[in-house]
Every structure is written in C-alpha cells, then in structure tokens.
C-alpha cells in the first residue's frame, strides 16, 4: 500500500505560477501508476494531468499549455507546475495512485475510478 502527500498549494493571483508536489511513501517492490486530478467547490472530482511508463502526458483540455507534470521516480515524487493560472483553477488538487504490478503499464488514465489511493489534497487558490 502507499500512502500520498501533497504539497505546495497556497494563494496565488491570476496569471501566476505554483508548483505543486506529492511525496508517496510506503513503496514496495510493486509499481504505481499516479496523477493529479483537482476538486472546485460544488463539483466533481476531475482528472488534470498524468503520466504513462513512457513518460507520455496527458492533460485535460482545461489545462493543456499552462500545466507540466513531472515524475522523480528517485525521490518517488509527482510534481505539478502550474503557470498562467486562472481563478476557475481554484480547487483541490489530489494526487492519486493505482497499484499495477511489478511488471504492469501505466496508461495515463485521468478517470477517476482507475485510482485506489488518494492523497488528502492541497488547495490552490488564484485571485483575480
């Protein structure tokens, strides 16, 4: 099992940047497929970017030029760098995760229930 925390939300004014990460801790020899997806208030959990085992990213179309996920596989950590934020960016970020075995492929899903594990979240706040 792994356990997922994020980091690095805070406010920031439209047009800024922030970089947020996710420390996962609990590895085992199994891999783990992971990505961010974010929560506004009074709607659905989404999916924002992720990363297959070719290092291929997928975003949504909401952040596609403005965000960059990133992967230290070293420091087992997910990173999210936001630039040219927007207020409708404000939300919830997650990092989230799914065991697919030692010799498993992680596809990019930005679909929420292909994930098992969940971080607590970090807000982002952008302010016009």
């Known amino acids: 099992q792994v356990q997922l925390q994020e980091s690095g939300g805070g406010p920031v004014q439209a047009g800024g940047s922030l970089r947020v990460s996710c420390a996962a801790s609990?590895?085992?020899?199994?891999?783990?497929?992971m990505s961010w997806f974010r929560q506004a208030p009074g709607k659905a959990r989404e999916g924002v970017a992720a990363?297959?085992?070719?290092?291929?990213?997928r975003y949504a179309d909401s952040v596609k030029g403005r965000f960059t996920i990133s992967k230290d596989s070293a420091k087992n950590t997910l990173n999210l760098q936001m630039t040219n934020l927007r207020p409708e960016d404000t939300a919830l970020y997650y990092c989230?995760?799914?065991?697919?075995?030692?010799?498993?492929?992680?596809?990019?899903?930005?679909?929420?229930?292909?994930?098992?594990?969940w971080g607590q979240g970090t807000q982002v706040t952008v302010s016009s």
């Open positions: 989230a995760a799914e065991d697919v075995g030692p010799g498993g492929y992680c596809y990019a899903s930005l679909v929420e229930q292909d994930y098992t594990y």
């Open positions: 609990g590895y085992t020899s199994r891999k783990y497929c």
């Open positions: 990363i297959d085992s070719d290092g291929t990213t």
